[in-house]
């Protein structure tokens, strides 16, 4: 095999030239001739009754060609909403999601009606011009309303609220909650995120009748879940059908849905005959792309006094909003990893959906991950507390070792979780601080150091594990075509927004053909080229697809072997292939370039029996998941006055089995991180408790952190080569997010702990802080009047 | 998101702008930095009818010292006024709040009358202007900064009046202003200023109310020799400020006390 | 009513009429076709849109096209010239200063904007000098470094060559 000269080193991203010089494509920079631009009519309100639709003075209005209802999509569109499998096999209320809403609308943002202009401009005005006869309704909004018996119901006539009630687990529980010193159970909110990819969505989509064809460019990471999708939903074959995600803003999980408007403006193009526009406005964003997290976490854990973990209960409440949306119960991947980095069999996970009148959650970065590592890094934490012990100490007590089979079996490829631990303690100099810590609370002041020992699954998915969750195998594909003169395309499933796999995918196929890394072309993202594939989400690419590139780079190279021992009359077993060369062994001065081997491909003279060519194709199925892990370490200082955080230092030492492209690695840890620290510190997600209304409806109220408010992130990696994929990698793309969140909550508690503060929920914004505080010296100066 | 059509028409001067708004009537607006009205525009929270674009009247543009008094042209970016050297000697509070306004992107298209005009009390500079007993002077009037800013998004100015001057006095003592804020871009939870001004204390808080506020139980105090801390104690006497997103009621009269203190402590 | 509206984009003059309500952002995109400058929000917030206006960095999501009469504008596409990346797009390239790529033509603009103010800018001068601009991807660690890497080369060396360029691109 070739020797690696490409595979771990850090490669100039090949994406960057266009996108730094604004030669980027999104779909928002592309235009066709006789398009249209469609404005989407939505919901005020969390919960209406709709008596009825007045299209008259926007049919009139300047520019537009048509307006839409539900009415008007029956029979163009069939069925409803997907939603898969994830983790949930039985879902007791799965709503049925209509791609528009004709008699009620149940969140606010939830489309109602479909203009269609020739100017956007003229789209907008029109759009305001629809005057919709709304009845509001009692809105669900509440998660522990929304579980009572005498709660509304999220849609008029259904049972009850909830969407899904299930429960899993392993060991005696009971006995081991009998058997605990202590026990220390905290209530845990998640609260409600946006996603926020920098750009929105968008669609551009032709539907050319008499052909019945369709071409959609959109703003995905799974454009071929979008084909699948529209293939069903419009009756027309898949092979008519071209999805095609050109440059895509960031996803972060938020494009992983096919949305409503996808359908209509697939839709809308048939019933008008021309080719329509859509760009999503960041207002409309916030209504109308899914939201992620909102979810309330019951913990429970039994522990000895010497810090043993014994058992561990779980509730998960999870927010859906409106309706079950299509990966919806992906985020109780929460209970593959109830447990963490620590060896705890007896465990028990109930996860709850509830329906409320909100727009659906969905997918966001992580992903049930951050969610799980959140509460057991939390509830170390508190045990740690609860018994007088250093968090350090705690974790190492109880860190699983390997081999490692988790509470419900799962076998984990590899770990070294105390290595990790150890170099992020010497990162941050864990003792020092501690003794910095003391001082400074004798003067007043309150530091903290927190800890976030996390760990995540990826990889998605070994079919052989995601059989009973998923009706499709999550597998993923790659093609791989020399041409004549050497140069070589490789086309992908996996569709990047971001992550680089342009470049990363070139490295593999350049070390493993043994080509020079500029005469390798990766293509993706487009279903007209590409194989099908799942895309890209869930921290897969590089597990999944990458591994599949290698493997057609592999087959293609064995098939070229052949043909280099045909040219240099020898047999095949003694031609050696190094650093793109094939030779005789023991002969390296004749060789034959896999350039010149190509050519040969295409020529007469091939061995009996060989096809022309040199391509390959395969669909790589990884045998197992993998399992990620790391120590991140955040410092803060409190000001207890104020409530103000000050993030002083965060570490971040991440094991992601082999790297690639360090560079990128080390990008998609810092941005994920942000991406925690956001959600720790900043960003909440608020509807109006009676009515459902969306109050956080701009980005002046929805609170993103920006340049001066993330601190340097120190990275670094310690490496543990995975065994369940051909490259060693685990994925990294939600790392950051997945610890980031404890490390900052549990600094924060360890800072305020001499106030007796033992838990803080985010974000922990400086009011919620401050009135923490408050509450605390109240409750210290209760007590102590009480013992006067 | 696309604003709703208006008409548009560019003023060369104070006169022509007036003779506009006068035309277009009661729904039109004045437009200068319209980093406050654009985005309500776009979202179409604001409809106007027409806008009178006064970004042309150069001679609105300047900063004049006159005597013991500094003259702001009221089309002064923030960005000028944060780097002007004038104001950095004889009113650094003013160039200091400027810094902190928005971003570089806001402070480079923002303006001094836009922000007195749309008497938003999270607005930084109608604090100091109020505390520093500074005047607006518009093409019609001079009034003084106590009767400008009578409630949220409200003035005094008639529908053809235009902000054209903002004149402060010269303050060059120990000052500071603090602005408590979540990011560094966004507009103030509560802002606390402190200036030292012939030889007594003028304390303005921002956000703390529907108007900007001058605490004077807190200058007072301080004149009567209390300390800092105690003096600050004051600083939410009377305050009834509203809740939002950000800060309870609560919340934001301690912020008050606590940045006042500091604001104090810290002038310098 | 349309408008007149002349401006120069990149050193090319541009005649155009317009409608009052177009925003400058949609009139660089749509009308110039220059689609390099982005629209991240509807409230001014995430510099996504950042140009220079006479030099000074401007949101041209807040601003109408008729206020860009006579001006001069620039453009990510106005950055590169002859074939070399302006230092402030090598040193994105360089440093991995992106990932999506939807924010970077903002971060350029605004970092163009900075410098020129300020050629020798400390880390927190940079961060505040990127406050108006948002990004969800990078975490910012690489963006600041790219700015700092930018005005090295910007106070040293001149651009490097479209060869060199090459040369450099496996570092």
């Not at chain 1, 907008?124 to 809105?139: C, I, W």
């Not at chain 2, 500094?70 to 944060?82: K, N, P, Q, S």
């Not at chain 3, 001068?125 to 930018?150: D, H, M």
Request: hydrophobic share 40%; proline share 5%.
């Amino acid at each position: 095999m070739a020797v690696t000269t490409m595979i771990g080193a850090k490669i100039h991203r090949r994406e960057d030239p266009r996108l730094i010089t604004g030669r980027g494509r999104y779909v928002d920079d592309m235009k066709l001739n006789g398009m249209l631009h469609v404005g989407f009519v939505r919901s005020p309100y969390g919960h209406a009754r709709i008596r009825s639709i007045d299209v008259t003075d926007a049919a009139k209005a300047p520019g537009v060609v048509a307006v839409y209802t539900a009415r008007d999509f029956e029979g163009l569109l069939q069925g409803e909403m997907p939603v898969t499998i994830s983790f949930v096999p039985d879902k007791k209320q799965p709503i049925g999601w209509a791609f528009i809403a004709k008699d009620e609308a149940r969140y606010h943002g939830e489309i109602v009606a479909v203009v269609l202009a020739r100017e956007k401009s003229q789209a907008a005005d029109a759009t305001a011009l629809v005057s919709v006869d709304f009845e509001p309704l009692p809105a669900v909004v509440d998660l522990d309303k929304a579980v009572e018996s005498k709660s509304p119901t999220a849609h008029t006539g259904i049972p009850d609220n909830v969407a899904w009630d299930m429960t899993v687990g392993a060991g005696d529980v009971d006995a081991a909650f009998a058997d605990a010193d202590v026990v220390v159970k905290q209530r845990i909110l998640q609260q409600r995120l946006f996603p926020i990819a920098m750009e929105g969505r968008a669609v551009l989509v032709e539907y050319v009748p008499f052909d019945n064809r369709l071409t959609m460019w959109t703003s995905s990471q799974v454009p071929h879940w979008v084909r699948l999708c529209l293939t069903l939903a419009m009756g027309i074959p898949e092979s008519n059908i071209r999805i095609v995600a050109p440059d895509v803003g960031g996803g972060f999980g938020s494009k992983i849905h096919i949305y409503p408007e996808e359908y209509l403006a697939a839709a809308a193009s048939k019933l008008s005959g021309r080719p329509i526009k859509w760009t999503e406005g960041r207002s409309e964003n916030l209504q109308a792309t899914h939201h992620g997290r909102a979810q309330i976490f019951d913990i429970e854990i039994a522990a000895k006094k010497d810090g043993t973990l014994l058992g561990y209960k779980v509730r998960q409440y999870v927010d859906t909003g409106a309706y079950v949306s299509v990966f919806s119960s992906f985020q109780c991947s929460a209970y593959a990893i109830a447990e963490g980095a620590y060896d705890l069999k007896n465990v028990k996970f109930q996860t709850v959906g509830i329906l409320t009148n909100t727009t659906p959650t969905d997918a966001y970065r992580g992903a049930g991950r951050p969610e799980a590592t959140h509460a057991i890094e939390r509830g170390i934490d508190l045990v740690a507390r609860e018994i007088g012990m250093d968090p350090v100490e705690i974790r190492r007590k109880n860190f699983s070792k390997f081999p490692h089979s988790n509470y419900l079996g799962f076998a984990y490829d590899t770990g070294d979780y105390d290595k990790a631990l150890t170099k992020a303690l010497a990162t941050v100099g864990y003792d020092a601080f501690r003794q910095q810590q003391k001082e400074l609370r004798a003067k007043g002041r309150y530091l903290g150091i927190g800890l976030s020992t996390w760990i995540e699954v990826c990889g998605f998915g070994p079919s052989a594990v995601t059989a009973a969750n998923e009706p499709l195998a999550l597998v993923e594909s790659s093609s791989v075509r020399l041409h004549p003169t050497g140069s070589a395309t490789v086309y992908v499933g996996t569709s990047p927004h971001g992550q680089g796999h342009a470049t990363t995918f070139a490295q593999i196929a350049a070390d493993t053909l043994g080509l020079p890394y500029d005469a390798i072309d990766v293509r993706t993202s487009d279903t007209g080229d590409t194989p099908f594939g799942y895309g890209t989400y869930g921290s897969r690419s590089l597990h999944v697809g990458g591994s599949a590139v290698l493997m057609s780079c592999r087959k293609v190279v064995d098939k070229a072997r052949k043909l280099a021992a045909h040219m240099l009359e020898a047999s095949e077993e003694d031609v050696a292939f190094d650093q793109g060369r094939f030779y005789v062994k023991g002969s390296p001065d004749k060789a034959k370039t896999m350039g010149e081997v190509a050519f040969a491909a295409h020529r007469d003279n091939l061995p009996e029996g060989m096809e022309h060519g040199l391509e390959a194709v395969t669909y790589y199925d990884p045998p197992d998941l993998s399992w990620p892990f790391g120590t991140h370490i955040c410092v803060v200082e409190v000001d207890p006055e104020t409530g103000a955080v000050d993030l002083q230092r965060y570490v971040a030492i991440d094991d992601c089995g082999n790297v690639i492209n360090p560079m990128i690695v080390e990008g998609q840890v810092q941005g994920g991180v942000a991406q925690g620290i956001a959600q720790a510190l900043f960003e909440e997600v608020i509807h109006d408790a009676e009515t459902g209304q969306l109050r956080t409806g701009t980005l002046l109220d929805y609170s993103i952190p920006g340049t001066g408010e993330i601190p340097v992130i120190e990275c670094d990696r310690t490496i543990t080569p995975s065994t369940t994929n051909p490259l060693g990698a685990k994925g990294i793309g939600e790392a950051g997010t997945i610890a980031a969140s404890p490390a900052v909550i549990n600094a924060i508690c360890d800072a305020l702990s001499p106030l007796g503060i033992k838990h803080v929920d985010m974000p922990a914004s400086p009011d919620r802080l401050w009135k923490q505080i408050q509450e605390a010296r109240a409750h210290a100066n209760g007590s102590k009047e009480a013992h006067q | 998101m696309i604003p709703a059509a208006f008409e548009y028409a560019r003023a060369s001067s104070v006169e022509e702008a007036s003779k506009l708004l006068k035309t277009f009537g009661e729904d039109a607006k004045v437009l200068a930095g319209g980093h406050s009205l654009i985005p309500l525009m776009r979202l179409r929270l604001a409809q106007p009818k027409a806008l009178v674009d006064i970004n042309g009247i150069k001679d609105l543009d300047y900063i004049k010292e006159d005597g013991s008094k500094l003259r702001f042209g009221a089309l002064t970016r923030h960005v000028t006024i944060e780097n002007s050297a004038v104001v950095k000697q004889k009113l650094p509070i003013l160039a200091e709040v400027a810094s902190e306004i928005g971003d570089n992107q806001v402070r480079n298209m923002g303006t001094i009358g836009g922000v007195a005009a749309h008497a938003d009390a999270a607005g930084d500079y109608p604090t100091i202007a109020l505390m520093l007993d500074a005047e607006i002077v518009t093409n019609q009037r001079t009034i003084a900064a106590k009767d400008f800013f009578k409630d949220l998004f409200t003035t005094p100015l008639a529908a053809d009046e235009i902000v054209t001057e903002l004149v402060f006095p010269v303050a060059n003592g120990p000052h500071k202003y603090i602005k408590f804020r979540r990011r560094l871009f966004d507009w103030a939870i509560v802002g606390a200023a402190a200036q030292k001004m012939n030889g007594g204390w003028r304390i303005g808080l921002t956000n703390v109310g529907t108007t900007p506020v001058r605490a004077t139980a807190v200058e007072e105090a301080l004149h009567k020799g209390a300390k800092p801390e105690e003096a600050a104690q004051h600083a939410s006497d009377g305050l009834n400020p509203s809740g939002d997103l950000r800060a309870s009621p609560e919340y934001k009269k301690h912020l008050a006390r606590v940045l006042t203190k500091r604001a104090i402590e810290q002038a310098g | 009513m349309k408008h007149k509206v002349s401006t120069t984009v990149n050193g090319s003059r541009h005649e155009h009429e317009v409608e009052s309500r177009l925003l400058l952002v949609h009139y660089l995109r749509d009308e110039v076709g220059l689609t390099g400058t982005h629209i991240g929000c509807d409230t001014s917030q995430c510099g996504a849109c950042t140009i220079l206006v006479d030099g000074k960095a401007v949101k041209s999501c807040t601003m109408f096209a008729v206020q860009a009469e006579g001006k001069e504008l620039t453009t990510i596409e106005g950055m590169a010239k002859d074939g070399v990346l302006h230092p402030l797009q090598q040193a994105f390239w360089d440093e991995h200063g992106l990932q999506c790529g939807y924010c970077t033509p903002g971060f350029i603009m605004a970092a163009a904007y900075l410098l020129s103010q300020n050629p020798n800018p400390t880390e927190d001068e940079i961060r505040r000098g990127l406050e108006g601009n948002l990004c969800r991807c990078t975490g910012y660690v690489n963006i600041v470094k790219s700015v700092q890497a930018a005005a090295k080369t910007m106070g040293g060396a001149k651009a490097k060559t479209g060869e060199q360029q090459a040369a450099t691109r496996r570092a």
